[in-house]
């Protein structure tokens, strides 16, 4: 039988396979858990001044990446219908 894991607060990071020379695609992606909150993770190494290695990291909430996906709504010029449903209205008594 299966175990069932609480990921909450973990994650994990995976080599990226798509990435090229020369491309600016993140060494490492993966997924992290924050309070129950799904994240997306990605990391480049990369070295300071210093001559130190680090990695840097960027995280995106994976429930906002669908909002952003979607293009946005333009108004209707002035003078015209904003979508059909209005333009099709049959309560106008006529």
């Known amino acids: 039988m299966e175990q069932e894991y609480d990921n ?3 994650g994990v990071l995976f080599k990226n396979k798509r990435k090229e020379a020369g491309d600016k695609k993140p060494e490492y992606n993966g997924s ?3 309070g129950g909150v799904e994240y997306f993770l990605d990391a480049w190494i990369k070295k300071s001044q210093a001559g130190e290695t680090f990695m840097s990291v960027s995280v995106k909430r994976k429930d906002k990446q669908k909002d952003s996906a979607a293009p ?3 108004p209707a010029p002035a003078g015209q219908p904003s979508d059909i ?3 099709m209205d ?3 008594p006529f």
Do not use: G, Q
Request: hydrophobic share 40%; no cysteine.
């Open 72 to 74: 946005a709504k333009r």
């Open 32 to 34: 992290l858990n924050v």
């Open 8 to 10: 909450t607060n973990r």
């Open 85 to 87: 449903v209005d333009f």
């Open 90 to 92: 049959d309560s106008i």
